[in-house]
């Protein structure tokens, strides 16, 4: 899957871009730039962060207020030709960092993605999208090697991350699923358990609740993780049971990736039994389109 040639008049939305600001490849003029080539009509940037805290692929939290300025003008140089939002993608570490408004308020964002990344187990943490060696590793040392525990772990992090719904969209919401990439020396865990079917419903029944967005995420299929986005089939199918608006993310971290298999979205939403994607207004409201 790649980019798509025909979009059959859907309007091409994106709230899920990387730039050098974290760990992305290029600025925001040049994603902004590619962006509008490629025809996009509204995008978001969505730095990676979690305040107070930063890593080697969040952003500084001494580069925000410069971020928000790029951003900014980025804005005003497209005005009339495609929307551009200032967004963050604020992660949930319970007791540390939370994505909220309220947390985020100096920097007035347009919206939030909430994410879970850092898994809290045992006395230690995982990465949830970590290298399959490391998260092996520390799933290991604190869960003795238990993966069944672990991913339990990483979807109650994000219900609980879910009880405090103060934020837009809720981020690649089985990231877990990359330790099964065909690239992992051997599968993680068996996405047809039924105790992962549990976990599944569980959270789909949460996300509902909370009355946030979820994106069907092209993200690890553009890295050659996965062959499909996140949610995978069956968790997108829960997610339309329980009328969960969805919307377009390919998490692009370079700027040939901004629309990244659209099509193969669209596809999956319609397969799931879902009639509409939704965006966000130029005033930050979700709104709904047809597919």
């Avoid at 069907?216 to 986005?229: C, F």
Wanted: aromatic residues 12%.
């Amino acid at each position: 899957m790649g980019k798509i040639s025909v979009n059959d008049g859907i309007k091409k939305t994106n709230y899920h871009m990387h730039t050098r600001y974290c760990d992305g490849s290029s600025d925001v003029a040049q994603m902004a730039q590619a962006a509008f080539d490629c025809g996009m009509s509204d995008i978001g940037f969505s730095g990676h962060a979690m305040i107070p805290f930063s890593s080697d692929w969040h952003m500084n939290i001494r580069n925000y207020e410069s971020y928000c300025k790029d951003v900014q003008e980025a804005k005003k140089q497209f005005a009339g030709k495609m929307n551009i939002l200032c967004g963050f993608e604020a992660d949930f570490i319970p007791d540390i960092t939370s994505p909220t408004f309220a947390e985020y308020k100096k920097y007035n964002p347009d919206f939030l993605i909430g994410s879970v990344h850092y898994v809290r187990i045992g006395n230690g943490y995982f990465e949830a999208d970590g290298s399959f060696e490391n998260t092996r590793k520390k799933i290991a040392q604190y869960a003795k090697g238990n993966a069944k525990k672990a991913v339990q772990a990483y979807f109650d992090a994000e219900r609980q991350m879910l009880k405090n719904p103060d934020f837009t969209f809720i981020g690649h919401c089985d990231l877990i699923r990359k330790q099964n990439s065909q690239l992992a020396p051997q599968p993680l865990f068996d996405e047809t358990a039924s105790w992962y079917r549990k976990e599944l419903v569980l959270t789909a029944k949460a996300i509902a609740s909370a009355g946030v967005c979820v994106e069907i995420n092209s993200g690890a299929m553009s890295r050659g993780y996965l062959d499909n986005p996140y949610p995978s089939l069956p968790f997108l199918e829960l997610l339309h049971q329980y009328n969960v608006p969805v919307t377009f993310a390919s998490d692009a971290h370079a700027k040939e990736h901004i629309d990244f298999a659209f099509d193969n979205a669209c596809a999956l939403a319609r397969n799931a039994g879902y009639k509409e994607l939704h965006y966000l207004s130029p005033e930050g409201k979700l709104t709904s389109q047809q597919i």
